[in-house]
């Protein structure tokens, strides 16, 4: 018969491994009762950063304006970029986004419209500028934004105006031409489509979003998931509410709103451009001073005759200013011609474009300048 083989542990073995059992749970309990005293600092500031904010805010000649004040907020994440450590510095521009949104409800809450549904890619731009703790209104159309703002129902709206990948939002284009609203800030989001479901790829039959979305990872669906038929929604938030009630569907959406509606990532990052980004104009009325680091936006006619554009553009040349985005609509009604949007960096205060739009004026049938506004970076 084989010897078994003898599992005893010695006696100076039990001993170090119970003394090792002892080091860690005094060294976890010496843990505990620091991250208890440190939470109760961390609340103890948090208040009084909230409270002071809080009280500089009602000082200030115009309260109202300080509610929505961009310039100041970039200031403050550039500070907190250069001091991120541990801590990711999205998570703690998220923290601080969120005392500065509760801190400013105190005086009051900043009315904002949006393309809704919760947790759409405007959703989340919106969250990014105002917080949550600002009324966040979800509406059904771009045109709805805009109109929610011109009636004074929100002081704020925030609707999408141009993707790197597709280009142009025509409808929010259009409204500009409708309303006399301005854009008085920008949100750039890169955008991160996910295939979300409940049920693993090979059985998806359908995939829902929204037409743009569905676009933007067109290749991808297209060699990785041939046998799927795609549906466009209105809204990739409405895909992942489908994904969640029909067997065998699935939603191209971002990840929060896998997290919202309870759906897997089936697969990360399906986009085919990897640089996508989403840029969001906030509209409303107000006029914001130059940073130095502004974008202008314009709209402009010029008579439909053959050089008057080519000369238009010329002015930013002569200026020296970069011209960054042009778009064109025909006109409405029986008159020939066209409606240009632009987009080029500097403030309508600066001397340059001044000078420049000065010289605009004097060739176009019509001139609108609807905003200059801080420039943003994308955030991820």
Same mark, same amino acid.
């Given at each position: !018969? ?9 006696p ?48 200030? #000649? ?24 541990a801590?990711?510095?999205?998570a ?34 919106? &969250? ?9 209104? #979800? ?12 009636r ?16 142009? &939002?025509?409808?929010?284009?259009? !409204?500009?031409?409708? !309303? ?5 800030? =920008?949100?750039? &989001? ?34 990785? !998931? ?27 959406a ?15 990052? &399906?986009?085919?451009?990897? =640089?996508?980004v ?25 008579p ?31 008159e ?13 205060s ?23 506004? #801080?420039?943003?970076? #994308?955030?991820?």
């Amino acid at each position: !018969m084989a010897k078994k083989k003898s599992t005893n542990i010695k006696p100076r073995e039990k001993s170090a491994t119970k003394s090792r059992s002892r080091r860690s749970s005094k060294s976890l309990g010496s843990l505990q009762s620091k991250l208890k005293k440190l939470d109760r600092e961390l609340v103890k500031r948090l208040h009084e950063r909230a409270k002071l904010t809080t009280e500089y805010l009602s000082l200030l #000649p115009d309260p109202q304006r300080a509610l929505y004040d961009p310039v100041a907020d970039d200031v403050l994440w550039n500070q907190l970029e250069k001091q991120s450590g541990a801590l990711p510095f999205a998570a703690l521009r998220g923290i601080y986004r969120e005392l500065l949104s509760a801190s400013r409800r105190a005086i009051k809450a900043s009315r904002v419209a949006y393309l809704g549904p919760q947790f759409s890619y405007t959703h989340l731009a919106a &969250i990014e500028r105002f917080g949550k703790w600002s009324d966040l209104i #979800p509406v059904n159309t771009i045109a709805a934004v805009f109109e929610e703002v011109n009636r004074g129902h929100a002081e704020y709206g925030i609707v999408p105006i141009e993707n790197s990948t597709d280009g142009r &939002i025509v409808d929010t284009l259009d !409204m500009f031409t409708r !309303m006399p609203l301005r854009i008085c800030g =920008e949100v750039q &989001i890169a955008v991160n489509h996910n295939l979300l479901a409940r049920c693993v790829r090979s059985e998806i039959a359908e995939i829902y979003s929204k037409p743009q979305a569905l676009s933007q990872c067109r290749d991808w669906l297209s060699r990785n !998931m041939p046998q799927s038929r795609l549906i466009e929604v209105t809204s990739t938030s409405t895909a992942a509410q489908l994904a969640r009630e029909k067997p065998g569907a699935a939603a191209v959406a971002s990840r929060q709103a896998g997290i919202e509606y309870d759906l897997p990532v089936v697969a990360a990052s &399906i986009q085919d451009n990897e =640089e996508n980004v989403t840029r969001f104009a906030v509209i409303g009325d107000d006029v914001l001073a130059s940073t130095g680091s502004d974008r202008t936006a314009i709209l402009l006619q010029v008579p439909h005759r053959p050089g008057s554009l080519a000369d238009a553009i010329g002015v930013f040349k002569k200026n020296k200013l970069n011209l960054t985005w042009i778009e064109s609509f025909p006109l409405r009604g029986p008159e020939s011609g066209y409606l240009f949007f632009l987009d080029f960096e500097g403030h309508s205060s600066d001397t340059r474009t001044k000078r420049a739009l000065g010289d605009l004026g004097q060739q176009a049938i019509r001139l609108e300048i609807l905003g200059s506004y #801080p420039r943003s970076e #994308p955030l991820g």
